[in-house]
């Protein structure tokens, strides 16, 4: 299985593998998102670290049960052979209808088929009243008209 576009990245390839992985993650559908990783991929994604695609659709599937109508932004930071860096904020709020903006960054390394084999992310949350949002289009895709991070002042 590959997964185009293939390392070593430059300014074009890299943003375009940044705003795949954005709308795969929007589309919140942990077997697909999964698909996107080697099978024996490594994370840390805050305190919890997981390794290959059946823990990643397992923490995926428990992260978008908690974290609803779940809205995210990535924006390319700098690349290099096959690694990219990549800040970000989602919206989210919880089941008891708080709304959350979380930041962070993560780090990604992929494959000789463009698979991500690494992936180390650090993510803060900050509560936000839902007059606050900034994240406004329907489940899925972010609109290509959706202002990105820098547009929104983030």
């Given amino acids: 299985m590959s997964r185009p576009p293939f390392p070593p990245f430059n300014a074009d ?20 998102v999964a698909q996107a ?6 994370w840390r994604n805050r305190s919890e670290f997981i390794r290959g695609q059946e823990e ?5 599937m428990r992260k978008w049960e908690r974290e609803q109508e779940y809205r995210l932004i990535k924006e390319l930071w700098a690349f290099q052979d096959e690694r990219i860096a ?5 919206e989210w709020r919880d089941q008891s209808g708080q709304w959350f903006r979380s930041h962070g960054n ?3 390394a992929f494959d ?19 007059t606050d949002r900034l994240f406004h ?18």
Avoid: C
């Avoid at 990783?37 to 490594?42: E, L």
């Avoid at 990643?56 to 995926?60: G, P, Q, S």
């Avoid at 008209?145 to 002042?153: D, E, I, R, V």
């Fill in 137 to 154: 289009w329907a489940a899925g895709r972010r609109p290509d008209s959706h202002p990105g991070l820098s547009a929104l002042g983030l």
């Fill in 13 to 32: 390839t890299a943003m375009q593998k940044v705003r795949l992985a954005e709308d795969a993650w929007n589309g919140q559908d942990p077997e697909k």
């Fill in 56 to 60: 990643i659709v397992t923490f995926l």
């Fill in 106 to 108: 993560e780090n990604w």
């Fill in 37 to 42: 990783y080697t099978p024996d991929s490594r």
């Fill in 86 to 90: 990549v800040r970000f904020a989602y």
């Fill in 112 to 130: 000789e088929e463009g698979l991500m084999r690494y992936r180390v992310a650090s993510i803060n949350d900050q509560p936000i009243a839902a």
